[in-house]
């Protein structure tokens, strides 16, 4: 009986090493995340790494295109390996070209507030942050025009609800976001303002930003300010920003639910019964 021989296409190495090449990128980037999220290292280890794996990705994507040029020319297999690798360092490199695109057209700040004049400040987190973070103190007028520019509608929230019930509904919309409190003091009438401070933590590398929400007594109610700074770097991506806005409709929201809704309008030809006399809604 002859044997058969069955004849096997040579695989192009390059495939099989820019594959190699990003999924080591891939696991390296896991690792970094893995080491911001748990606190084990500086935050500076971590990034280097994670720009280590980005590079990689890189490097892998540059090696994928040039064996694919080599399996077109010379009819080699490993079409797989490279398209896996592509694949690999474009999920890997989306994530940080998204916020690159984000920095082109955002101000170069990474502390906002709703009061530029009289931030709120940090008080227990001041005490916490290590010494290489960022300064607790704001930054001053020039980030404030930046900010104004950047996100005008980051503004302090205004109510005619009473000091306390305006701290409840910050201290509840904190909580329902899961974020760390590290301080919460109620306010006292005539001696002392609420505050609350907290650290939120970022989606996905899970940076540790600070928090501080400031409820002052009004003639007629209260004034809830803001503010969200990053520890680390000089850039936040708008994140800050985004933060606040969230948490100040969240707040608003919260007071709202306090208190019962308006009675309906009564149809013609029917007398309305007397109604007490309800509050506002919370205004901005």
Known sequence: MARRYIHSEPTSKLAIWSRRIAVFALAASILAVIIVRSGLLEIQPALATFAGALAIAVLA???????????????????????????????????????????????????????????????????????????????????????????????????NSTP????????????????????????????????????????????????VVRVRPEPDGARIDARSSSRYGTFDFGANAARIRTLMNDIEEGMRAQRPERPQAPLPGKKSTPAKKQKDQPKR
């Open 61 to 159: 994507l540059l090696v994928a295109f040039a064996a694919l040029a080599v399996i077109w020319m010379e009819g080699l297999a490993g079409m797989g390996a490279a398209l896996s690798a592509m694949a690999i360092s474009f999920v890997l490199l989306a994530y940080p070209a998204y916020f690159a695109s984000k920095a082109m057209q955002l101000p170069w700040i990474y502390d906002i507030t709703t009061d530029p004049i009289d931030p709120p400040r940090y008080e227990a987190l001041a005490r916490l942050r290590p010494r290489d973070a960022n300064p607790v103190a704001y930054a001053g007028l020039y980030a404030a025009e930046q900010q104004r520019r950047a996100y005008p509608d980051v503004a302090p929230l205004g109510t």
């Open 164 to 211: 306390q019930a305006a701290y409840d509904a910050a201290l509840a919309a904190i909580n329902k976001r899961r974020w760390r409190v590290v301080d919460a003091r109620s306010p006292q009438a005539g001696r002392r303002e609420g505050r609350v401070e907290a650290v939120a933590r970022t989606a996905i590398m899970g940076f540790r930003d600070d928090v």
